[in-house]
């Protein structure tokens, strides 16, 4: 992981292995002084932070995207450089969770009031009116919940947004993985050309990272609503060419030539059946895509 000394800026290379879950102290190769470097899980992320946040996978900056565009995992966990340790956050409260920052409340005194002499009878209406606004409150948060899911979509147009993301990045991958595997096997000489060089390790293990990955996000939108019910037979047909692309790289191809094509015709198909989500995708959809296009750059093509 290349990163810089939160202390002298100096940048230098971090080994992921050297990096805990608990995190720790390491000093700076330049300047001597010592940060904090520790992993955690990505639903942290929403917390604020000193600087850059890393992928915990393969080291590269994460910015503000939900999924890391080196190696393609989504949703992944972090990696924090700051000058010093953070606050621990922990669960409060008899068994709830919740995440705060340490520290305790502090004790008071009991006020001790004395009972008047003569005990007036007690107005029970107060209880009824909070009964009624607390009823009032519930309708109202119920009704505009409902209002956001039938007709904005809720958290459906950004499960469908990432959900693209990761097909539309799964066939990036697999594309320049057999178009790297052509060239390497053009290079080849006398009688290593009759076969096909090998997908490199770390390849292969993103390869099958985000396969998984978009196995989750498809499967985030099983139970969308009725409107979403084209788009989703479409997704349908790009996740099928998705897999063909995954298992373009899995068979044993015949020549470069034959490689390249396959690659460049999966990649065109692709396209192709994804263009008419223009005319598909709800508005509340196309909104929360138009959005994204900043961070998921390869769904421009659908702006």
Do not use: C, H
């Given at each position: 992981m290349h990163c810089p000394c939160p202390k002298c800026n100096a940048t230098f290379d971090l080994p992921l292995d050297q990096i805990s879950d608990s995190g720790g102290f390491h000093p700076c190769p330049e300047c001597g002084a010592k940060f904090w470097v520790g992993r955690e899980a990505f639903t942290l992320r929403v917390y604020p932070k000193q600087g850059n946040v890393y992928c915990a996978d393969c080291g590269a900056v994460l910015e503000e995207a939900t999924v890391c565009v080196c190696c393609g995992a989504l949703?992944?966990?972090?990696?924090?450089?700051?000058?010093?340790?953070?606050?621990a956050r922990k669960a409060r409260?008899?068994?709830?969770?919740?995440?705060?920052?340490?520290?305790s409340k502090?004790?008071?005194?009991?006020?001790?009031?004395?009972?008047?002499?003569?005990?007036?009878?007690r107005d029970w209406r107060w209880l009824w009116w909070a009964a009624c606004a607390a009823l009032v409150i519930a309708l109202v948060a119920g009704g505009v919940t409902l209002l956001k899911d039938l007709d904005f979509g809720g958290d459906h147009d950004r499960d469908f947004v990432v959900a693209l993301y990761g097909l539309r990045s799964g066939i990036d991958q697999n594309v320049k993985v057999a178009r790297n595997r052509a060239d390497a096997w053009e290079k080849q000489s006398g009688s290593a050309r009759a076969i096909a060089p090998p997908i490199p390790d770390h390849e292969t293990a993103r390869l099958s990272k985000s396969r998984?990955?978009?196995?989750?996000?498809?499967?985030?939108?099983?139970?969308?609503?009725?409107?979403?019910?084209?788009v989703k037979k479409r997704y349908d047909r790009l996740f099928e060419i998705c897999q063909q692309a995954y298992r373009m790289n899995e068979a044993r191809p015949d020549s470069p030539k034959n490689l390249r094509e396959q690659a460049n015709a999966i990649e065109k198909?692709?396209?192709?059946?994804?263009?008419?989500?223009?005319?598909?995708?709800?508005?509340?959809?196309?909104k929360e895509l138009v959005q994204s296009v900043g961070r998921y750059r390869n769904l421009a093509f659908l702006k």
């Open positions: 949703w992944p966990d972090y990696i924090r450089v700051q000058k010093d340790k953070p606050a409260g008899g068994g709830g969770f919740s995440f705060e920052f340490g520290g502090p004790a008071y005194a009991p006020v001790i009031v004395a009972e008047s002499a003569e005990k007036q009878p998984a990955a978009i196995d989750l996000a498809m499967d985030k939108l099983k139970n969308a609503p009725d409107k979403y019910a084209a198909s692709f396209v192709e059946t994804a263009l008419p989500l223009k005319q598909e995708m709800p508005s509340g959809m196309r």
